[in-house]
């Protein structure tokens, strides 16, 4: 895996698709940064980016545009991190589909944007996990979150922390590659908190609310309407 390492850069995932043209597409590139000054979270919102305690990565790749399962993808990258916390005695709580929460707090979202070329796909992760960050440095963010080192009483090496997602994506995509999101349903699910609130979701035409039924298998989930049916929705 080749690293792009920055100390400071506006975003992680922005730097990545603006220099994609010059990345090998036969190996994962990973951009990293010590701080974001406008780093980006889901729906167009902030993602706090402090300077030197959390990590911010991009992984960007290619893939075939007839990859199975493609949808699942950030999916995958969230069951990588998740082994890399039990390896450090954390038990993750995700949220469908990439949040990693610890006691019901977030610790790690995952922001995935794709862009077809033809018979690829260039794919993009961004990563934001926060490792070092004191109680004082969550008290900006809109929604309940937390760290590892408030998780575990004590400061993590991140760069260690890193190399090991780094190396656990890197054999996790092959087993995508392979096989799609079937080498990873049973972790995932093991770890799913499932959702008991009203799921409200947009088809492109219309909003839908219903209940979570189950995990599909290729990592969308199954949502029962008012009128028993069941609706699949994705990432
Ligand atoms: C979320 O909202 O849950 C996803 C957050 C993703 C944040 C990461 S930090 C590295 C990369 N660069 C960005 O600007 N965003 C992603």
Request: with cysteine; glycine share 6%.
């Amino acid at each position: 895996m080749k690293q792009i390492h920055f100390t400071t850069i506006d975003s992680t995932s922005t730097y990545a698709k603006t220099h994609a043209a010059e990345f090998d597409p036969k190996e994962i590139t990973c951009v990293c940064a010590e701080e974001q000054t406008a780093g980006k979270g889901r729906f167009g919102r902030p993602w706090a980016s402090p300077a030197g305690v959390n990590i911010y990565a991009t992984f960007c790749f290619t893939l075939p545009s007839s990859q199975r399962h493609l949808t699942s993808l950030s999916q995958v990258m969230t069951a990588s991190i998740a082994s890399v916390l039990l390896s450090e005695s954390i038990i993750p709580e995700i949220k469908w589909p990439n949040d990693i929460r610890f006691e019901e707090k977030k610790l790690c979202g995952v922001l995935s944007e794709v862009v077809f070329k033809g018979d690829v796909v260039q794919v993009f992760i961004g990563v934001g996990l926060n490792v070092n960050m004191d109680a004082h440095d969550l008290e900006g963010i809109s929604q309940p979150a937390t760290s590892l080192k408030l998780a575990k009483g004590q400061s993590l090496d991140k760069e260690e922390l890193l190399q090991k997602i780094q190396t656990q994506f890197a054999q996790d995509l092959e087993k995508f590659k392979l096989n799609g999101f079937d080498s990873f349903y049973s972790f995932y699910q093991q770890y799913l908190v499932i959702q008991t609130k009203p799921i409200h979701f947009f088809d492109g035409k219309k909003e839908w609310v219903g209940t979570y039924h189950s995990l599909n298998k290729d990592g969308g989930i199954n949502i029962q309407l008012p009128d028993q049916s069941i609706q699949t929705i994705y990432t």
